[in-house]
Nanobody
Framework: QVQLVESGGGLVQAGGSLRLSCAAS????????MGWYRQAPGKQRELVAV???????KYADSVKGRFTISRDNAKNTVFLQMNSLKPEDTDVYYC?????????????WGQGTQVTVSS
């Protein structure tokens, strides 16, 4: 069983910063990618940022230049540094891990952390 524990969400004023963390634990054999998604009520979950393998990163156009994803491989932890936050960044943010547990494919989600940006 794999667990993802997120932290770092909260309330911030527009223009402020937050740093999200997601620590993975459990039966993880290898990690292909770790990323962050966000979802507003009634909307589909969308990719915010992902870090793949050796460090390749991909961002949603709406966060490029403002958000930075990074990873601590030794601790199976992924971070999302969010700067210059806007009210439209308000969402529940979910951590995702794709990889393998022993020989089986793995796709795990965190419980979500609320990010609220006030104008």
């Amino acid at each position: 069983q794999v667990q993802l524990v997120e932290s770092g969400g909260g309330l911030v004023q527009a223009g402020g910063s937050l740093r999200l963390s997601c620590a993975a634990s459990g039966s993880i054999f290898s990690i292909t990618a770790m990323g962050w998604y966000r979802q507003a009520p009634g909307k589909q979950r969308e990719l915010v940022a992902v870090i793949i393998g050796g460090g390749i990163t991909k961002y949603a156009d709406s966060v490029k230049g403002r958000f930075t994803i990074s990873r601590d491989n030794a601790k199976n932890t992924v971070f999302l540094q969010m700067n210059s936050l806007k009210p439209e960044d308000t969402d529940v943010y979910y951590c995702n891990l794709a990889g393998y547990t022993d020989s089986l494919p793995l796709n795990a989600w965190g419980q979500g952390t609320q990010v609220t940006v006030s104008s």
